[in-house]
Structure formats: C-alpha cells, structure tokens
C-alpha cells in the first residue's frame, strides 16, 4: 500500500482524489487514472500492508476485472482467500481440503458416517481450542472440517445447498449455504456455524454443531 501511495504522489496525486465512478463494481478498491495512461490501485481502508497494483493500461486492469482474478501475493492471503476458487467447486474436487484432514485425522477421512463426522470433529475442536495451535491454524482447519462435513451432509445425506460469491475487495469469497429440509428451507452459513460450534465458550459438542449446520435440534433425530 506505501508504494502505491508513493507512486500517487510522484504523480501529484493522493489516496483521496479517487472518484466514485472510478470505485470498481462490486469490489472495496479505489481506481486512479495517471496522466501517463496507467491505473493505480488501492484496496479500500487504505491499510498499511494493503494490496496496491499499478497497471500499464485500462486494459490490462480490464482483463483483471473480466478473470474475477487480481494477483494478491499469497503471504498475506488466508487458507479460505487462497484457496477461494476451490470453494466455489468443492465437490468436484475435494482434495484441497479432504488431504490436510486426512493427514491429521487418517482413515476418518472423507466422512463415511455419522460417527466418523463426530470422531473428527471433536478432534479438530481440541485443536482448535489447543492455546499452543496458531491462529492461522485454527482457521485452516475450522474452514477444512466445515466443507468436509458440507460434503458429508450433502452427497450421502441428501441435502440442498447453494454458493454464493461476495467482494470484501479484490477477489471474491465464496460462501456454502446448507438449505435444511423444513418447509421454508432456510439457508445455513456453513462456515459461520462450523465457527461457531467450534469457538464456542459452552462446549458444543456435535450434535449442537450439526444443529447449527442443518437446523434439526440435539433432541430431534438427525435425517
């Protein structure tokens, strides 16, 4: 972000001359046009260690824009940001996510049961809520347990779901919605309740997490 502001200002230009017409559609990034014909970036929030991009021509932001792909360094990138795409297909190929569990978790892996889906996530919860498991690590394995126990309620359970891309600024999030089987299919955050469950202060256990997940109560049966 200070080398993109720099660059700003060797144009006589500063991060607030941007003009809401040049705010990219759907995106939190600021667009600067130079008199030299190339376009400078700036992610919304103007945070210190926030991306900036300058490009040779509108073009070539253009073909940015028309990929849905800006080129984020991946260091500074979350296991969900980096692996965003996967999300939006992560039952065609559920390897990225299924491959990490499986080397924590073993045979467990992908889930063939009930069973399986609890053994796991009590094991993944005590790493979680481990104070010596890094953060980062926390949230590779939060987001890796909650697609595998997606795909678990949906290929053999049967359930409905949905994906729906957002912005929060240069490339998309993907988020999975399990839809419950009641009369009004209401739409379930897959990662929130995951996250949920898991950061829970009152110990969750599974059945409360697959509350969470799927809409049927602890004293319901699990369809």
Known sequence: MAEGMAYLAQHGLNPGDWKPEHLLPHRG???????????VTLEAGLVDDGPAFVFANPAALAQCVADDFFPVPQPRLSWP??????IAAFLQEPEF??????ARLGPL?????????????????ALVKRKSTPEPERIDLTYQFALAMG?????????????EKTYGGYNP???IYLLTKSSNQEKRNLFSAVCRAMYSQSRANFRTCCWYVTGVPPIAPLD
């Open 29 to 39: 990034v600021y667009v600067y046009p130079l008199p030299s014909g190339e376009i």
């Open 81 to 86: 940001q980096v692996h965003a795409r996967s």
């Open 97 to 102: 996510y299924l491959t990490p569990l499986r």
């Open 109 to 125: 892996v992908p889930f063939q049961r009930l069973s399986d889906c609890e053994a796991a996530y009590d094991a993944i919860r």
């Open 151 to 163: 795909q678990f309620f949906i290929e053999p359970r049967g359930y409905s779901f949905l994906v």
């Open 173 to 175: 999030w993907y988020t």
